[in-house]
Nanobody
């Protein structure tokens, strides 16, 4: 499975940004897909995840501001970032779980300016 993320860049605080991640290769059997991030000087952390059936989960820091969704027909997962804050500045990585294997995208940098 290869994961390619798109949509990072510079965004003003309070505006919106949408990240996309497309899975390719042997995608049959992918269950969980998620977005992680790594802020400067911090460990990588889960931002949001979504099951194959579309059930989302969020961390407390992003709940109510970020929305994760997926289009299984296009093997794509999205992260809608509304009202981003400076502390959301990070490299965002998409993640997919297929059977017992975990796959990572290359990361896309999101910089939130105040």
């Amino acid at each position: 499975v290869q994961l390619q993320a798109y949509g990072g860049g510079l965004v003003q605080a309070g505006k919106s940004l949408r990240l996309s991640c497309v899975a390719s290769g042997t995608t049959a059997g992918i269950t969980f897909m998620g977005w992680y991030r790594q802020r400067p000087g911090k460990q990588r952390e889960l931002v949001a995840g979504i099951t194959a059936g579309g059930t989302p989960s969020y961390t407390d820091s992003t709940k109510g501001r970020f929305t994760i969704s997926r289009d299984n027909t296009k093997n794509t997962v999205f992260l809608q970032m509304d009202d981003p804050k400076s502390e959301d500045t990070a490299t965002y990585y998409c993640n997919a779980l297929r059977w017992t294997s975990t796959y990572w995208g290359q990361g896309t940098l999101v910089t939130v300016s105040s």
